[in-house]
């Protein structure tokens, strides 16, 4: 009978105990790189979902996911006529907060440029497609709202019209998806006293400006509607979307844009790269450690039980030693029982993560590359954790079998 296996039984309670508490262990280093693999999903989800070649955002500005950006609505007129564009789109970004049922309630707005865009790319699992350019919106799952809510957002109701499944943001928020004019106007909604004050402060500037006591309409114009005022500009966007034609070179058009005094231009992959080396890089740093740690924490631990076990078969050990029994059975037993409390404790973090992991609030994704370099690192920690017991092993007498 295997030696190792038949003190596993002998003192199965504190075999068993120790292997769960690995496995809680090993479950969060298993879970950190499963929300890394899903920071990096959410960050990069609509740079690889919207299909564009390009993204036009304002000059120096490293927008519209890793930083603000604001471009005039015209320069997708500007970059249609390029020689090689395809289509350009309009593209609004921005995250709002409101309270639902008493609870803060965090959106990732984010504008279709309708009837061009009525959200094809997004996978929707229930409901339809935009099929007008104000008050619908499909809305992510995670946001709690059910097919058919009326939400209020600034002074207008949207219906939900249809739902996705993990569409989040990079900052964890599920995303909702309007059209650009109503994501416009959620995002410039100003409060009633506001448009109240900035109309008198107009009228008050305007009775200071030397044109409009020989033109009194200019002051009425003046104390109007700002929409009404032909001087101030349309709502700005956040980028511009560009789809390159078939056989057209990317570099061409990408320098012709970029030649521009007002705008940067990057490709998808640069987008990617922004977001991968900003917040996320953070994050992946920081999580590193908390791996790091935990795992030197879980080696630290089975050492100091392996090391107790083997300190309860001293006795055992020098009766081995005593009738003959070499000393790569000795290590043999040691080394086994190391690598059995590694494989219990792997398929128990593997079991317990894969229940409690779709209940996290942030996306765990396992990849299969990471189950196996933790499955690697977990038989180098088991064959590491076993050298204190096997050393004392190694130097237990055999005349310690007769005292």
């Not at 390029?82 to 995250?95: I, N």
């Not at 965090?106 to 959200?119: E, H, N």
């Not at 917040?279 to 791996?291: N, S």
Request: aromatic fraction near 6%; charged fraction near 20%; proline fraction near 4%.
């Amino acid at each position: 009978m295997n030696l190792a296996f038949k003190d596993i039984q002998h003192n199965f309670g504190r075999f068993a105990l120790t292997g769960v508490g690995i496995g809680m262990l090993l479950m969060i280093v298993m879970g950190m790189g499963g929300i890394y693999r899903g920071i990096i999903e959410d960050a990069t989800l609509l740079v690889d979902g919207v299909d564009a070649d390009l993204w036009v955002v304002q000059r120096e500005t490293r927008g519209p996911f890793a930083e603000l950006s604001r471009v005039p609505p015209n320069l997708v007129h500007r970059i249609a006529a390029v020689p090689g564009v395809l289509s350009s789109r309009k593209f609004v970004y921005h995250t709002i907060q409101r309270e639902r049922d008493g609870k803060p309630l965090r959106i990732a707005v984010l504008g279709l440029d309708w009837p061009v865009d009525r959200g094809d790319w997004i996978p929707i699992t229930k409901g339809r497609l935009l099929e007008q350019a104000h008050y619908e919106m499909i809305a992510d799952q995670s946001l709690g709202m059910p097919l058919g809510e009326k939400v209020k957002l600034g002074k207008d109701l949207y219906t939900v019209v249809s739902l996705t499944q993990s569409m989040i943001s990079a900052s964890g928020d599920g995303l909702a998806f309007f059209s650009i004019t109503d994501a416009q106007a959620i995002q410039f909604d100003t409060p009633g006293e506001a448009v109240r004050l900035e109309r008198s402060s107009r009228e008050e500037r305007g009775k200071l400006f030397e044109p409009t006591e020989l033109q009194p309409e200019l002051l009425r114009n003046a104390s109007g509607s700002g929409a009404q005022l032909p001087a101030l500009p349309s709502s700005q966007i956040s980028a511009v979307m560009v789809k390159l034609d078939t056989g057209a070179s990317l570099d061409n058009v990408r320098s012709t844009i970029a030649g521009w005094g007002d705008v940067s231009v990057y490709t998808s992959d640069g987008q990617k790269a922004l977001l991968l080396r900003g917040t996320v890089e953070k994050a992946r740093r920081q999580i590193g450690m908390f791996r790091v740690l935990l795992t030197a924490i879980a080696a630290i631990i089975m050492a100091l039980i392996l090391y107790t076990l083997t300190l309860d078969k001293i006795h055992s050990i020098a009766l081995l030693k005593l009738i003959g029994a070499s000393n790569t059975v000795i290590l043999g037993l040691i080394l086994q029982q190391a690598l059995v409390l590694g494989v219990v404790g792997y398929v128990i973090a593997y079991l317990m993560g894969s229940q409690l992991f779709p209940h996290f609030p942030r996306r765990v994704i396992l990849a299969d590359g990471d189950l196996i370099q933790l499955a690697v690192v977990v038989v180098l920690i088991s064959i590491g954790s076993s050298l204190m017991g096997i050393w004392k092993a190694l130097h237990v007498s055999p005349n310690e079998a007769l005292t």
